[in-house]
């Protein structure tokens, strides 16, 4: 690897363990944890800096696929280009499969409305089926067990995670921009935060077949808030011996219990009670800002 401390950083992988295409890394970039995706290849090799953050390059697979890398084309597709050939025998045509992944995600929207309100063990494949509207065999035809069904659910998980890390810079300016992430990010009652909390209540169980990754997922989360605290805290917003690790994990303990709040306690209260998730959430972050920050504000 070239030498170019401005360009490059040194990375540790402190946890490889399970990772798949799609999923999450923790890496040491100049001694801070940092979250990366993980593309379809199997070693990360090096970090190129970039204003938008960390862009992974990784060793290519035995399949030939390319890393993730700016500087790294991809490979062009089978069959591009001017010449054009006849499609192989037995091969479905374009629009027969983007009817399947069509139908595909509609049965991951259903698994996620359910696996949020009743849980992964809660939810049967005939009980999702019969929410999405499609026969068993239907459902079967594209996800063969519920297991499977899980891991499409989790890669959902797992982009909102992205768009959340993608938006880093921009939430870590100021207490605004925070609250704005919130709102659009961890609003307890996106199904994303509601099913990441199902999810992550039942993953305490060691045969929970999604443990490792929903343990990942919460580590992402908290990251990026601990980050956003972390900025807050060099720009001299934050109280005096206000630790921004703890101030992300507890405030991403916040969202995942107002998330449960929303679908037991709230339902059962009188149209009296005024609290709200979002403003909880507000006081839970101002705890930790001086209070002539919160009067500019």
Same mark, same amino acid.
């Given at each position: 690897?070239? &030498? /170019?401390?401005? @360009?490059?950083?040194?990375?540790?992988?402190?946890?490889? /363990?399970?990772?798949?295409?799609?999923?999450?890394?923790?890496?040491?970039?100049?001694?801070?944890?940092?979250?990366?995706?993980?593309?379809?290849?199997?070693?990360?090799?090096?970090?190129?800096?970039?204003? @938008?953050?960390?862009?992974?390059?990784?060793? *290519?697979?035995?399949?030939?696929?390319?890393?993730?890398?700016?500087?790294?084309?991809?490979?062009?597709?089978?069959?591009?280009? @001017?010449?054009?050939?006849?499609?192989?025998? #037995?091969?479905?045509?374009?629009?027969?499969?983007?009817?399947?992944?069509?139908?595909? &995600?509609?049965?991951?929207?259903?698994?996620? &409305?359910?696996?949020?309100?009743?849980?992964?063990?809660?939810?049967?494949?005939? &009980?999702?089926?019969?929410?999405?509207?499609? +026969? =068993?065999?239907? *459902? $079967?035809?594209?996800?063969?067990?519920?297991?499977?069904?899980?891991?499409?659910?989790?890669?959902?998980?797992?982009?909102?995670?992205?768009?959340?890390?993608?938006?880093?810079?921009? $939430?870590?300016? /100021?207490?605004?921009?925070? $609250?704005? #992430?919130?709102?659009?990010?961890? =609003?307890?009652?996106?199904?994303?935060?509601?099913?990441?909390?199902?999810?992550?209540?039942? +993953?305490?169980?060691?045969?929970?077949?999604?443990?490792?990754?929903?343990?990942?997922?919460?580590?992402?989360?908290? =990251?990026?808030?601990?980050?956003?605290?972390?900025?807050?805290?060099?720009?001299?917003?934050?109280?005096? #011996?206000?630790?921004?690790?703890? @101030?992300?994990?507890?405030?991403?303990?916040?969202?995942? /219990?107002?998330?449960?709040?929303?679908?037991?306690?709230?339902?059962?209260?009188?149209?009296?009670?005024?609290?709200?998730?979002?403003?909880? $959430?507000?006081?839970?972050?101002?705890?930790?800002?001086?209070?002539?920050?919160?009067?500019?504000?």
């Amino acid at each position: 690897m070239p &030498e /170019n401390s401005n @360009a490059r950083a040194s990375v540790q992988v402190i946890e490889e /363990n399970g990772l798949r295409p799609g999923g999450y890394a923790v890496i040491f970039n100049h001694g801070a944890m940092t979250p990366i995706t993980v593309g379809a290849c199997s070693q990360v090799v090096g970090c190129r800096l970039s204003p @938008a953050g960390p862009q992974m390059r990784r060793t *290519m697979s035995a399949q030939g696929c390319t890393v993730d890398s700016p500087e790294a084309p991809r490979p062009i597709a089978k069959g591009s280009g @001017a010449t054009t050939s006849a499609r192989p025998a #037995g091969e479905e045509p374009p629009e027969t499969r983007a009817g399947a992944r069509g139908r595909r &995600e509609e049965i991951i929207d259903g698994a996620a &409305e359910m696996f949020a309100d009743h849980g992964y063990h809660g939810s049967s494949l005939r &009980e999702i089926s019969k929410h999405i509207g499609i +026969s =068993h065999s239907g *459902m $079967l035809h594209h996800f063969d067990c519920k297991t499977a069904l899980l891991d499409g659910v989790i890669d959902r998980l797992e982009e909102h995670a992205q768009s959340a890390l993608d938006r880093a810079p921009e $939430l870590r300016a /100021n207490r605004r921009a925070l $609250l704005q #992430g919130l709102v659009e990010l961890w =609003h307890p009652a996106l199904l994303p935060i509601r099913l990441l909390a199902t999810l992550d209540a039942e +993953s305490v169980s060691e045969d929970h077949p999604g443990r490792y990754r929903m343990a990942r997922l919460r580590k992402v989360h908290e =990251h990026i808030l601990e980050d956003c605290f972390t900025s807050f805290a060099e720009q001299g917003l934050l109280r005096a #011996g206000t630790d921004p690790a703890f @101030a992300g994990r507890a405030l991403f303990a916040q969202v995942l /219990n107002l998330a449960v709040r929303e679908k037991t306690v709230q339902p059962l209260q009188h149209r009296s009670h005024d609290d709200a998730p979002l403003k909880d $959430l507000a006081m839970q972050v101002d705890i930790f800002f001086l209070e002539e920050q919160l009067s500019a504000d």
